[in-house]
Antibody, heavy 122, light 106 residues
Framework: QVALKESGPVLVKPSETLTLTCAVS??????????VAWIRQPPGEALEWLAH???????SYNTYLRSRLTVSKDTSNNLVVLTLTNMDPADTATYYC??????????????WGQGVLVTVSS | DIQMTQSPSSLSASVGDRVTITCRAS??????LNWYQQKPGKAPQPLIY???GLQSGVPSRFSGSGSGTDFTLTISSLQPDDFATYYC????????FGPGTKVDIK
């Protein structure tokens, strides 16, 4: 059974760097066309895609957050890592990782982690 | 940058109703449109991929249609488990979600 699980701090201070880890089970990050994305959702608001990374190491970032985001993978441990620098209270959100599946030639998020709520406060 | 809109932003409906949610892209995205259902406190779950493909395990009362800029998610007969928020998402150019449509009980 495919599973993804996010881990990281639940509280960060303004200006600090957030580092989140997504552990993937039952799928290898080295599989062809395997991709994992990060998506966040502020309380009561809509979903916002942040970034994704493929097994080829190809990466894509949200245009508006690109300068603050880094996504990487640790294939040997089947982990995907997201860093977001210079955290602000507006970054308070539930952060999800999700697998990028492909059907009919289109990518979509077919498996999701449970999410981790990160609060930014001094 | 492709913008996504959804209408309505919320709706009230009764069990058994036919419900239609519309998603519009600011430019053509072919069939690169997916739909998700999210319940409070839970991660979103996929319903429809590539505009009209039904995700495995999703009841057949859910259907999707459209191409280009205009897309529709239809629930043919609303069930108690369907009260949730629905998001469209384009994957044509990077990724962008719509603002969501909340479906609640009338």
């Amino acid at each position: 059974q495919v599973a993804l699980k996010e881990s990281g701090p639940v509280l960060v201070k303004p200006s600090e760097t957030l580092t989140l880890t997504c552990a993937v089970s039952a799928l290898s990050l080295s599989n062809a066309r395997m991709g994992v994305a990060w998506i966040r959702q502020p309380p009561g608001e809509a979903l916002e895609w942040l970034a994704h990374i493929f097994s080829t190491d190809a990466k894509s970032y949200n245009t508006y957050l690109r300068s603050r985001l880094t996504v990487s993978k640790d294939t040997s441990n089947n982990l995907v890592v997201l860093t977001l620098t210079n955290m602000d209270p507006a970054d308070t959100a539930t952060y999800y990782c999700a697998r990028l599946g492909q059907r009919l030639g289109q990518y979509y998020f077919d498996f999701w982690g449970q999410g981790v709520l990160v609060t930014v406060s001094s | 940058d492709i913008q996504m809109t959804q209408s309505p932003s919320s709706l009230s409906a009764s069990v058994g109703d036919r419900v239609t949610i519309t998603c519009r892209a600011s430019q053509s995205i072919s069939n690169s449109l997916n739909w998700y259902q999210q319940k409070p406190g839970k991660a979103p779950q996929p319903l429809i991929y590539a505009a009209s493909g039904l995700q495995s395990g999703v009841p057949s009362r859910f259907s999707g249609s459209g191409s280009g800029t205009d897309f529709t998610l239809t629930i043919s007969s609303l069930q108690p488990d369907d009260f949730a928020t629905y998001y469209c998402q384009q994957s044509y150019s990077d990724v962008r979600f719509g603002p969501g449509t909340k479906v609640d009980i009338k």
